[in-house]
C-alpha cells in the first residue's frame, strides 16, 4: 500500500517568504507527527495531531511556524517569514494511533531558506 | 530535560562480525523505546520497539536491541553484519506524553 508522502520533495526559497509543506499520511493513520531534522541532528518534534485537532504543538520553535490538518488526514506545515536558520528537511510521520504505535516516517521535504 | 545519547557518530564492523550501535537516554518514567534506520535519500524506517515485557527484542532484517533499565540503555545490535546494512541509525524514546526524542544518529559501515 502507499506510505506517507510528502511534497514538494525540495523547496528552495528566499528570506522573508512564506511556505506551505504538504503531508499525506497513509490512509486511516489517525496520528500525525512533523519533524525537523537539520544537518548532523537527529529529528526534533514540532508537533503532533490525532484526528484534526493539535493535540501537542509544543515543540513550534515560534509563531512563525503553524501546522493544520482540516479534515484529519491531509496536514500542512506553514512558515512565515522564513529565516536561513529554517533550513532543514521537514519530515512527516504517521501512525495507526497515539502511544507507542510506530511511526511511518515519509521522505521529507528539504527546504533551502536563501 | 529528556535525552537520547548516541555516543558513537560512526560504527565500523567487517562483514560477518557482529555489530553494536549504542543508545543511552534520560527521561522520566517508563519510556517506550524505539530504533529506526535511515538509507540515503529516503525515509526513516522502522527497525524494532520496546514497550514492556522481554528485555531482548527482535525486530527486521536480524536486527535485535536489549533494553537495560538500570543502565538506561537501548543497544542495537545484529550477530553477523551485512554489507547492505550500512546506514545511519536513530534511536528514539517516547516517555510519557507524545513526544518522541531522537538521538543524533550513528553511521554504520559495514565493511566488505
Known amino acids: 500500500g502507499a506510505g506517507v508522502s510528502q511534497t514538494p520533495s525540495n523547496k528552495v526559497t528566499e528570506k522573508g517568504k512564506y511556505v506551505e509543506l504538504r503531508c499525506d499520511p497513509i490512509?486511516?493513520?489517525?496520528?500525525l507527527y512533523w519533524y525537523r531534522q537539520s544537518l548532523g541532528q537527529g529529528p526534533e518534534f514540532l508537533i503532533y495531531f490525532q484526528g484534526t485537532g493539535a493535540a501537542d504543538d509544543s515543540g513550534l520553535p515560534n509563531d512563525r511556524f503553524f501546522a493544520v490538518r482540516p479534515e484529519g488526514s491531509v496536514s500542512t506545515l506553514k512558515i512565515q517569514r522564513t529565516e536561513r536558520g529554517d533550513s532543514a528537511v521537514y519530515l512527516c510521520?504517521?501512525?495507526?494511533?497515539?502511544?507507542?504505535?510506530?511511526?511511518?516516517f515519509g521522505p521529507g521535504t528539504r527546504l533551502l531558506v536563501l | 530535560a529528556q535525552s537520547v545519547a548516541q555516543p558513537e557518530d560512526q560504527v565500523n564492523v567487517a562483514e560477518g562480525n557482529p555489530l553494536t550501535v549504542k543508545c543511552t537516554y534520560s527521561?522520566?518514567?517508563?519510556?517506550?523505546l524505539f530504533w529506526y534506520v535511515q538509507y540515503p535519500n529516503r525515509g526513516l524506517q522502522f527497525l524494532l520497539k520496546y514497550i514492556t515485557g522481554d528485555n531482548l527484542v527482535k525486530g527486521s532484517y536480524g536486527f535485535e536491541a536489549e533494553f537495560n533499565k538500570s543502565q538506561t540503555s537501548f543497544h542495537l545490535k545484529k550477530p553477523s553484519a551485512l554489507v547492505s546494512d550500512s546506514a545511519l541509525y536513530f534511536c528514539a524514546v517516547r516517555p510519557t506524553g507524545n513526544q518522541f526524542y531522537f538521538g543524533t544518529g550513528t553511521s554504520l559501515t559495514v565493511i566488505p
Open positions: 490512509s486511516g493513520h489517525t496520528a
Open positions: 527521561v522520566s518514567g517508563n519510556p517506550y
Open positions: 510521520a504517521s501512525s495507526p494511533r497515539t502511544g507507542g504505535e510506530t511511526q511511518y
